[in-house]
């Protein structure tokens, strides 16, 4: 039932392994999001995408990579892992007519050792 | 500097009692969304608006474009209240991004 779902939920990685973070919608949105959550920043924002075959960079794009092969699949690929990148990650949907308004996944809790 | 400023960073309130988190805008955002945060880590949509005023149960939102802040108010507090309320706004131009303040984490004690 719930519309946005995030896989796994939460990972260890390597240094300088390759992760990718999963997203699926069912919301039928255009728009997708991925946000990294860590302590005194808030939610920022690493790529986000119009529609299948769209990413653009957010805020924070450097060491990561998104990928939008249809309208309800967004991932989030990080080819060489840091322990920076250390975090909770969330995806996110929304419309194009109503801007700003999203809904987000229950977050991935991602550690890089 | 920061584009949303949420205040207080934290906030104790006792049960039964209530109060209200600001976030202040440093430049013209056209929408304005609140979460909460859960002990689970979910975000919880609370309000959307564009404009105006919204009310849903204990809680009540206003949102000023014009002055630049949105409000979240928060009357009757309980224990399941507790949690970090994050406000998340959209500045013009289409691509819809939310800018998000640093979150109030609110305890609500017996």
């Known amino acids: 039932e719930a519309a946005v779902t995030q896989s796994p939920r939460n990972k260890v990685a390597v240094t300088g392994g390759k992760v990718t973070l999963s997203c699926n919608q069912t919301?039928?949105?255009?728009?997708m999001y991925w946000y990294r959550q860590d302590t005194g920043h808030g939610l920022r924002l690493i790529h986000y995408?119009?529609?299948?075959?769209?990413?653009e960079k957010g805020d924070i794009p450097d060491g990561y990579k998104a990928s939008r092969p249809s309208q309800e699949n967004f991932s989030l690929i990080l080819e060489l892992a840091t322990p920076s990148q250390t975090s909770v990650y969330f995806c996110?949907?929304?419309?194009?007519?109503?801007?700003?308004?999203?809904?987000f996944g229950p977050g991935t809790r991602l550690t890089v050792l | 500097g920061d584009q949303v400023e949420q205040s207080p960073s934290a906030l104790s309130l006792h049960e039964g009692t209530g109060s209200a988190l600001r976030c202040n805008f440093t430049?013209?955002?056209?929408?304005v969304q609140w979460f909460q945060q859960n002990s689970r880590g979910s975000l919880i949509n609370l309000f959307y608006?564009?404009?105006g005023t919204k009310e849903n149960g204990r809680l009540k939102s206003t949102f000023n474009s014009k002055e630049s802040y949105s409000t979240l108010h928060i009357r009757d507090a309980q224990l399941e209240d507790s949690g970090t309320y994050f406000c998340?706004?959209?500045?013009?131009?289409?691509?819809?991004?939310?800018?998000f303040g640093k979150g109030t984490k609110l305890s609500v004690k017996s």
């Open positions: 996110a949907s929304g419309r194009t007519d109503n801007y700003a308004e999203q809904f």
């Open positions: 919301n039928n949105h255009n728009n």
């Open positions: 995408s119009y529609g299948a075959g769209s990413t």
């Open positions: 430049t013209t955002m056209r929408a």
């Open positions: 608006l564009a404009s």
């Open positions: 998340a706004a959209a500045g013009g131009g289409s691509n819809a991004k939310l800018t």
